[in-house]
């Protein structure tokens, strides 16, 4: 083979072996730890907190969903959406509680802790390892979901938007009066895109606004196990 065509050749099966790569890396399984919090619950700082500490470990997807059921105390969270109160809702009989309580850590949506002790969240982390389901990625505008087995033979498809990073919310009332109080990646939207049902399927990935960050979550319905979660 002439030298020049040679060259080619070895550049070309550099960059195949970098795209499989890349490839490989963006389907890695995740451990997706949401927390439900709200800065009207005096409990809830030390938990928030936590969540920073292993929000930017690898393979992790930390999630701060904030709920609304402590508002009547003074303090109307300036996260707190309804939907997200009922996502933690459709978590609690499954998980064998009576009812929703903050601080609440659940990973990969089958097994949760309070959260607020040192430790507790790595520990339930490592406990319970990493979503094993479908391939999933989030490429070309698009959510492409690959084919597998889906337990009782559907699952749900969750579009999160966050806010990547970490902001400081200053409260004037309630229980955290006069607290400056830190949130790592807040969601601010929840929707839920379609359901899978074990056939590669794909749906259309509407573009992100306002700088936030997209999750997709693969999930058993009625608050059930995260099969498969995928991150920009």
């Known amino acids: 083979m002439p030298r020049s065509r040679k060259l080619i050749a070895l550049s070309s099966l550099g960059a195949i072996a970098l795209a499989a790569s890349l490839g490989a890396a963006a389907a ?18 030390p938990a928030n907190a936590n969540l920073i500490k292993v929000k930017d470990q690898p393979g992790v997807l930390a999630l701060s969903f904030n709920v609304t059921y402590w508002d009547y105390l003074g303090w ?9 109160t009922q996502r933690q809702v459709s978590y609690e009989p ?35 390892g990493k979503t ?7 490429a070309g505008g698009k ?45 601010h939207a929840l929707e839920k895109l379609g359901s899978w049902t074990g056939e590669a399927t794909s749906y259309a990935l509407p573009a992100a606004s306002g700088g936030l960050n997209t999750a997709v979550l693969v999930q058993s319905p009625g608050g059930g196990p995260i099969l498969a979660a995928a991150t920009n």
């Open 76 to 84: 109307k969270d300036t996260f707190g959406k309804q939907e997200f």
């Open 143 to 187: 959510v492409a979901i690959g084919a597998g087995a889906a337990p009782g033979g559907k699952a749900d498809v969750w579009l999160v938007r966050y806010a990547k990073g970490v902001v400081q919310v200053p409260v004037a009332r309630g229980e955290n009066t006069g607290r400056t109080l830190p949130h790592a990646n807040v969601v």
């Open 28 to 45: 890695q399984p995740l451990s997706v730890v949401e927390l439900f919090t709200s800065q009207g619950c005096s409990s809830c700082p």
């Open 94 to 128: 499954p998980l064998g509680h009576d009812g929703p309580f903050t601080p609440q850590v659940v990973v990969n949506g089958h097994a949760d802790v309070v959260g607020a002790a040192p430790g507790e969240i790595e520990h339930l982390i490592s406990a319970t």
């Open 132 to 138: 094993g389901g479908p391939s999933l990625s989030l």
